[in-house]
């Protein structure tokens, strides 16, 4: 079967897609996005986390078919999807999630007018958790990041000052095999420090 | 070696080089794994590619009666179905030491899951599906699955015709490998004893449970060799494996270190490398495996399970007066690395205390069961686990505080190892006992403290909602342990690095090459750090890790910071020196200080030890480039001898003392650990924050032995319960706690910059802390890992 749906901001249409083929595996070998990682394919570890309209699932546990017309994030467009999220004036405070249509109105800008006007050096290239997460040394193998990473930044989006509780609730679902998770805790908490700073600096 | 090691703040602290090696340098992959580009083993991708699976046995002791794949291959999308029968050469089996495992099963299947046949196909599914239609009929064989059942008499013989150079030391052939350690005279000490204490104790089968998949890509080359890129932690372990089995020469199977996704030894054994190379050469066709978490369960061997009975005795004064022990360690169907993990059991199961008289004896069993081998920690984990308890049984005995009792006995730099071994370096084992006591205990009751009512979060059971604070109590628990660095027993444990020193845009740049398996460890990101102090510059790329450089080793024992890190300094000292030939050859004559002085590379130039610069290093290069391949070697260590054990045996040891808190809801049996303290001696932090995160890592993984990580083979089938993350539990982030890190840096002599390999110390001594917590907590004797609700409950 052909399913046609967005991801990270672009029309994508797979072809052949045989009928129990997963989001997952649409993602990383029809459409060579394979930052989201395949290490348990059960549901169980997280590491294939995206967002479908908004809403972090497991890729492994959704059957390619579910997401036609639907707007797929991964990790790949997570640095754009956090920009444009910003530029709006994102969420503050509080939960709030993506909504539905909100989620749908979302297009990434493509990575290769960056590339030609020659601004992607200027722009940062990676969104606040990224960064945190480089910056807090909680990527080691970096098999689970790209999970870690979805969940985490959606985390902040509906709650941009989570206590460690919150945080622990939020990425209890996806597993760590390397860093024992404590600066997995900074780095999520290093992104919300710095997304304060700079709320509260605007609000000066 | 020793004797060379420079200081290194003479390099780092005049701020000219940066990021050299003290400081907590970024990884440089780090912007490449959070935007989901870095290319792990798994996604690896060629046009026109092939889609390889692994049939594997359904039982776990059979003889094959036939295989029929005729079905499987007309297939429409399958391009090759292989058994044993369409193997190239002679070679059929392999192994790490003892070349025993077959590519493909012949004849016998020997466990649950040995790989039977090997399907090529367009898709990933059609490979599975076509899998499925290969008949095979089994004759199935009784199990032998403890060592009762392995040694009775007449018990199946799991490897008939055992020819390995160990087969001459076993009392059965169903023995890998048995090493006694005798010193002393254990049972005359053990009449000075006032209390002694003795017990048995069972470690469960623990899984590395590494997040990457096992998964590669093959790709045949013109020339009728192979391009393999795959994930392991040894490459030239993994190429002189492969070839033969191809029947083709080491060149001619190009090896490439693609992204590995954790390995904590799950990868020292190889898993699908022939398969994918059998499958692509027969082909034609590149040929990607990827296995799914139930086949990675079959796919790699596992900590080897263990029963250990010890006992211990002291004087009423708290002095330990002898010890006698005997560890049984299941080693499954294949041998892998039981020989080595029986060699680090038997000579580190004193653990780091004086103790002048034991008896000691340490086996590794051939079994059905599934095959063991390396895993963090390797032997002397489970040591750790039965001779901590037994010191918290003697300090309660003696009315001693376990702390005091354990700082007591502590071994000191200097104090002989149950093998006669001295040990040479600073060895802290009652100071870093002491600074993890010292450490600022967790609030009581935290669940009460985060506002109106108890945070059930923060609770045993958790979001279950299960307790609101009635029926938990606390308990504190202590553990060290002592684990040696890199291989041991006279292995020649040496490794390369390839140093390229040139002017690039006016620049002077270093390019690192090894051969050395990246797992997550943050071994480049040391390299790097190591270039930049070396030779004074800035920019340093590190060459991807292939078989076109000289062995590295392995990933492994700790070892890899130590060798590979101590080669690439080596390589580097010699291009720092060649710098300055040519630096004297071009202007010797302008400079004094040329010749008479000290001189280093910093900044990018040539300086005097003083400060004072002689050259930029672009214009002593200019348009030439510097480029050594050295090997490099530490001290070399002995075998042990095979009958009393003695010999010095190990390069270095790693200490590390935990402190746990839990708390226990004794009406369910639910364990939430608090806090996990540790303090560790590192000899010197090449990067604080990598050391901080090695540590915390290995200390979880100690954890979830603990209270919920298990294997569970069946034993009356031998086959495994629970292959996959539903059913084998890893701990999660809210399974962890705050895990406070103390690292203590006492430069070993003997070391590159005085540093200790430390990826495994903080393993040890986790579990039997939790343990000991849990013990403390309830008032159970809990012999056995992990603790699961129905031992706490009694039901």
């Keep these: 079967m052909r399913v046609t749906f967005t991801v990270n901001g672009r029309r994508q249409e797979a072809d052949d897609v045989w009928e129990g083929e997963s989001l997952l595996y649409v993602l990383r070998e029809r459409m060579g996005l394979p930052g989201s990682k395949n290490a348990c394919e059960q549901g169980e570890c997280g590491s294939c986390t995206v967002r479908l309209d908004g809403v972090p699932v497991c890729s492994c546990l959704v059957a390619a078919g579910q997401v036609e017309g639907r707007d797929v994030v991964t990790v790949e467009g997570l640095a754009d999807f956090a920009r444009q999220r910003a530029e709006q004036g994102g969420c503050a405070g509080g939960v709030c999630g993506t909504g539905l249509d909100e989620a749908k109105r979302w297009a990434a800008k493509p990575a290769s007018a960056d590339a030609q006007s020659g601004e992607k050096a200027e722009l940062s290239p990676l969104s606040p958790i990224q960064q945190a997460f480089i910056d807090a040394g909680a990527v080691q193998c970096g098999f689970c990041t790209p999970g870690l990473l979805v969940a985490a930044d959606e985390l902040l989006e509906r709650n941009d000052s989570p206590s460690d509780a919150d945080i622990r609730e939020a990425l209890s679902g996806n597993l760590c095999r390397c860093t024992g998770y404590e600066k997995i805790l900074d780095a999520v908490r290093l992104a919300a420090a710095r997304g304060e700073s700079h709320t509260s600096g605007q609000g000066a | 070696m020793a004797g060379v090691t420079r200081t290194p703040t003479h390099l780092t602290q005049g701020g000219k080089t940066r990021a050299g090696i003290g400081e907590s340098t970024l990884r440089p992959d780090g912007t490449l794994k959070v935007t989901g580009e870095f290319a792990y083993s798994s996604d690896m991708w060629h046009e026109d590619m092939l889609w390889g699976f692994t049939l594997r046995s359904t039982v776990a002791h059979a003889e094959i009666l036939s295989i029929d794949t005729a079905e499987a291959l007309a297939t429409p999308g399958v391009y090759a179905v292989l058994t044993y029968d369409d193997l190239p050469t002679g070679v059929k089996n392999y192994g790490l030491e003892i070349q025993d495992t077959p590519v493909l099963a012949h004849g016998k299947v020997r466990h649950h899951g040995e790989p039977v046949a090997l399907v090529a196909a367009d898709h990933p599914e059609t490979a599975r599906r076509a899998a499925a239609k290969i008949r095979i009929e089994y004759r199935e064989l009784p199990v032998v699955t403890d060592e009762a059942s392995a040694t009775a008499e007449g018990a199946p013989l799991i490897h008939e015709n055992r020819t390995d150079h160990h087969i001459g030391h076993v009392p059965h052939p169903n023995i890998v490998h048995r090493q006694p350690i005798i010193r002393g005279n254990a049972d005359e000490a053990a009449k000075r004893a006032d209390v002694i204490v003795s017990g048995e104790y069972v470690f469960g089968m623990q899984d590395q449970a590494f997040l990457g998949p096992e998964s590669g890509l093959a790709v045949p080359g013109e020339d009728g060799g192979v391009d393999l890129y795959v994930a392991t932690q040894w490459l030239h372990s993994d190429l002189r494996q492969i070839a033969p089995v191809l029947g083709l020469p080491e060149e001619k199977v190009r090896m490439t270190l693609s992204g590995v996704g954790g390995a904590f030894g799950g990868r020292e054994d190889l898993s699908m490398q022939i398969h994918a190379c059998l499958l692509a050469l027969r082909t034609g066709k590149p040929v990607k495996i990827v296995y799914n978490r139930f086949e990675s369960f079959f796919g790699h061997v596992h900590r080897h399970p263990a029963r250990l009975w010890y006992e211990h005795g002291a004087t009423k004064d708290g002095k330990l007066t002898h ?188 390019t690192v090459h090894t051969a050395m398996a990246e797992v997550g460890q943050g071994g480049i990101t040391v390299h790097a750090q190591i270039a930049r102090t070396e030779l004074g510059v800035q920019q340093v790329t590190i060459h991807p890790a292939d078989t076109q450089v000289g062995s590295a080793g392995s990933t492994s024992a700790s070892r890899q910071t130590y060798v590979t890190g101590g080669a690439v300094k080596h390589c580097c000292e010699a291009v720092r020196e060649k710098v300055l030939q040519k630096g004297r050859a071009k202007f010797g004559t302008y400079h004094p200080a040329w010749a008479t002085a000290e001189l280093l590379l910093e900044g990018g130039k040539v300086t005097t030890d003083g400060g004072e610069v002689l050259a930029d290093i672009a214009d002593v290069l200019q348009d030439e480039a510097i480029d050594l391949e050295l090997e490099w070697r530490h001290r070399p260590t002995e075998a042990f001898d095979l009958h009393t054990g003695q010999g010095n045996g190990h390069v270095q040891y790693s200490f590390a003392a935990h402190r746990a808190v839990v708390e226990v809801d004794t009406e369910l049996g639910l364990v939430k650990v608090i806090e996990l303290a540790v303090a560790q001696d590192v000899g010197k932090a090449l990067n604080p924050l990598s050391v901080v995160g090695q540590i915390q890592g290995g200390t979880t993984q100690g954890l979830g032995v603990a209270v919920m990580e298990e294997i569970i083979v069946d034993p009356k089938t031998a086959k495994v319960r629970n292959p996959s993350f539903t059913d084998y539990l890893i701990p999660t982030i809210l399974d962890t706690p705050t895990i406070p890190v103390d690292v203590l840096e006492l430069a070993d002599e003997h070391a590159p910059y005085g540093l200790r390999g430390i990826g495994e110390a903080p393993t040890l001594s986790s579990t039997p802390a939790v343990l000991a917590a849990i013990r403390n907590a309830t008032g159970l004797e809990l012999n056995k890992t992990p603790v699961r609700p129905e031992h706490l409950t009694g039901t």
Excluded at chain 2, 359 to 377: K, T, V
């Design chain 2, 323 to 510: 010890m006698k022990c005997r560890i049984v360690l299941d080693g499954g169907a294949y041998a892998s690395a039981s020989p080595a993990v029986v060699g680090n059991a038997s000579s580190l199961s004193v653990g780091p205390y004086v103790v002048d008289d034991v008896d000691i004896e340490a086996i590794a069993l051939y079994s059905n069961n599934p095959p063991c081998g390396a895993m963090r920690g390797f032997g002397a984990v489970q040591a750790c686990f039965a001779y901590e308890a037994q010191m918290d049984k003697l300090a309660a005995k003696l009315g001693l505080d376990p702390v005091a009792f354990r700082q007591l006995n502590a071994m000191e730099q200097g104090t002989l190892l149950p093998t006669g071994q001295p040990v040479d370096s600073p060895a802290p084992v009652a100071e870093l006992l002491r600074r993890v006591k010292a450490m600022p205990l967790p609030p009581e009751q935290q669940w009460l403290t985060a506002g109106a009512g108890a945070d059930v979060r923060a609770l045993p059971g958790g979001l279950s909602n299960t307790t609101h604070g009635e029926g938990v109590v606390r308990g504190i628990g202590y553990a060290v342990g002592i684990k040696n660095v890199g291989f041991s027993e006279g292995f020649d444990d040496y490794s390369t690095a390839r140093v390229r020193m040139e002017v690039i845009g006016g620049e002077p740049v270093a």
